[in-house]
């Protein structure tokens, strides 16, 4: 996305762009051609354009998860032992998987086919997509399919609903089964 908006910049400012030349006694401002552009040119138009260049987010999109920050960096969450006292084990581990990508498990009860593994959890994936819910589904087997979240903490929520379903035997968090 960067790039996009890089080309788009260097594409408004080649026909606004001053060149400095200097001589020994005065410098000069002469507008440059953009076709005349020299790699030295475009590294200092591209080094100027990065000091502009702000590494925060706004305001508004500073605690929401989906959007994530600026060249991956995203700080782990924090919480003090006095969030920690009296909570039940799925509320800490949501907790602590806020920000972060969780694989999740879900078996399809029966002997199903592969085919029909896809159609069932395809269901599933487009009502968790419906819900505004970050997730990917690969079918892994016959019957088992992995559903990757890219905000750990609606994990589950995720369960709670995979559970639900008719065709739901089983979901896997970190190697702790849910029963459907």
């Known amino acids: 996305m960067h790039c996009f908006y890089f080309v788009l910049f260097l594409l408004t400012l080649l026909f606004t762009y001053d060149h400095t030349y200097a001589d020994d006694t005065t410098r000069v401002k002469v507008r440059k051609d953009p076709r005349d ?33 600026p060249y991956g960096k995203h700080k782990p969450p924090s919480f003090t032992p006095e ?6 084990r799925d509320k800490l581990i949501k907790m602590s998987k806020k920000g972060q990508t969780v694989m999740m498990f879900a078996s399809v009860s029966g ?3 592969r085919r029909e593994t896809e159609e069932i959890t395809q269901i599933w994936w487009a009502a968790l997509k419906n819900a505004l819910y970050d997730v990917a589904k690969y079918i ?6 992995l559903f990757l979240l890219q905000d750990g903490s609606q994990a589950y929520e995720v ?11 089983e979901v896997t968090i970190d190697n702790r089964p849910y029963y459907g």
Do not use: M
Request: hydrophobic residues 25%.
């Open 140 to 145: 892994v087997d016959d019957s088992r399919v």
């Open 37 to 69: 552009f020299t790699e030295n040119d475009v590294n200092n138009l591209f080094e100027q354009w990065e000091e502009n260049d702000e590494d925060v987010l706004p305001e508004d999109e500073r605690h929401d998860f989906h959007i994530r920050h």
């Open 111 to 113: 002997n199903p086919t």
């Open 83 to 88: 969030d920690l006292a009296g909570q039940d």
């Open 159 to 169: 369960k709670d609903y995979l559970v639900q379903q008719d065709r739901c035997q």
